[in-house]
């Protein structure tokens, strides 16, 4: 019959390997935007606006197979009412009532492929930055490791701005010593 002991390490030993078999994401809800299900898709289902009757029936466009309703939403445009601004028609320039704002906004410039440079320069950083070879062959998200030394301090980039004499409204209060 074996001893307290042996059945002792027998038992720690099981569940060191079944606690090793379970994976913990640190932000699995960021790092997986995509649904990996068959079922719908609840962010991608936008509620349609409330119907309204147009004051003259005989100037509604024509119907156009997979082109926009009046009632579908524009999350741009919504967006851009929201923070202030004048929603654009497609293809317009910019409105004349948001011009000071598009310039405040452009005074260092801008690039229009930034997106497009941003990814290449993010995957170039991640390819320099992939994980040790056993993080590689498990397949491990070192995305946190690679991108740690750009982490924000929250606290002490606060504490810099209020030490600056900068308001900080939307912070919490600095505590009370």
Not at 8 to 28: F, H, Y
Not at 106 to 111: D, P
Request: aromatic letters at 6%; proline letters at 10%; hydrophobic letters at 40%.
């Amino acid at each position: 019959m074996p001893s307290a002991r042996v059945v002792l390490a027998i038992a720690c030993t099981a569940m060191l390997v079944l606690g090793g078999c379970g994976r913990k994401s640190e932000t699995p809800e960021l790092m997986n935007i995509r649904s990996s299900t068959n079922g719908p898709d609840e962010f991608g289902i936008l509620p349609a606006k409330a119907l309204e009757l147009p004051e003259d029936l005989t100037a509604l466009p024509e119907p156009t197979p997979g082109g926009g309703n009046l009632s579908d939403r524009d999350p741009m445009a919504e967006a851009i009412v929201a923070l202030g601004g004048t929603p654009r028609a497609k293809g317009a320039g910019v409105p004349s009532g948001d011009g000071a704002l598009y310039a405040h906004a452009a005074r260092f410039g801008g690039s229009a492929d930034i997106r497009q440079v941003l990814a290449a320069e993010d995957l170039a950083f991640r390819s320099k930055n992939r994980g040790r070879p056993l993080e590689r062959l498990f397949n491990v998200n070192v995305y946190f490791k690679a991108y740690k030394n750009m982490l924000l301090d929250q606290d002490a980039d606060l504490a810099r701005w209020r030490k600056l004499g900068v308001r900080t409204p939307s912070a919490p209060p600095p505590p009370v010593n």
